[in-house]
């Protein structure tokens, strides 16, 4: 069974930078697409941007200048970078895997993390 | 970016009887290279994170109850649960992958009278 899995700081203090780290269990990372997307309270769901397993990255414009994706697939991991935070940046950050069908052009999100929160504060 | 609008907002139904969502986008997400359409269902459960139920327009995701189904064509699109069960609440969001960046309709929030 496949499983991600965030870590990172709940709290980060205005225009500091975020760093999250997202572990794989169950699978390779080959082949796949490792997405962030966040989620403010009671709002609804962003996408931030995807690294594919190559390295390669895709980012929302609205973030681009302030994101910076990496993997590692020899740890089976991948990471999130967030520069100068502001409180609207407060959002539960989830991982999740996107995955093409062979007979499909685009990737969909088959497995999430569950989430963590992280707060701006000072 | 492709905006997606989702009808209603809130949904409060009775156990056994049938429930449908709308989704429109502001572009059509119909892919006329492969003939297929961008368009996903997701069931966020109370506390949890987003699961897949519907990809491609109406491609049911593994272990997903038949009493779910996704139809549509261009900009509109609808999620019918043909009898909605106590643990079909949660918020459904519809999401387009035609173009980047990805986006997500702003949530369906389902529950029982």
């Known amino acids: 069974q496949v499983q991600l899995q965030e870590s990172g700081p709940g709290l980060v203090k205005p225009s500091e930078t975020l760093s999250l780290t997202c572990t794989v269990s169950?699978?390779?990372?080959?082949?796949?697409?490792w997405n962030w997307i966040r989620q403010p309270p009671g709002k609804g769901l962003e996408w931030i941007g995807y690294?594919?397993?190559?390295?390669?990255?895709n980012y929302n414009p609205s973030l681009k200048s302030r994101v910076t994706m990496s993997v590692d697939t020899s740890k089976n991991q991948f990471s999130l970078k967030v520069t100068s935070m502001t409180a609207a940046d407060t959002a539960v950050y989830y991982c999740?895997?996107?995955?093409?069908?062979?007979?499909?052009?685009?990737?969909?999100?088959?497995?999430w993390g569950q989430g963590t929160l992280v707060s701006v504060s000072s | 970016d492709i905006v997606m609008t989702q009808i209603p907002l809130s949904l409060p139904v009775t156990p056994g009887e049938p429930a449908s969502i709308s989704c429109t986008s502001s572009?059509?997400?119909?892919?006329?290279?492969?003939?297929?359409?961008?368009l996903d269902w997701y069931l966020q459960k109370p506390g949890q994170s987003p699961q897949l139920l519907i990809h491609?327009?109406?491609y049911r995701a593994s272990g997903v109850p038949d009493r779910f189904s996704g139809s549509g064509s261009g900009t509109e699109f609808t999620l019918k649960i043909s009898r909605v069960e106590a643990e079909d609440v949660g918020v459904y969001f519809c999401?387009?992958?035609?173009?980047?960046?990805?986006?997500f309709g702003q949530g369906t929030r389902l529950e029982i009278k």
């Open positions: 169950g699978d390779s990372m080959d082949s796949y697409y």
């Open positions: 491609t327009l109406f």
């Open positions: 572009q059509s997400l119909f892919d006329s290279d492969d003939a297929s359409t961008y």
């Open positions: 999740a895997r996107g995955f093409i069908e062979e007979q499909f052009a685009v990737f969909y999100f088959d497995y």
């Open positions: 690294v594919y397993y190559s390295g390669s990255t």
């Open positions: 999401m387009q992958r035609i173009e980047f960046p990805i986006t």
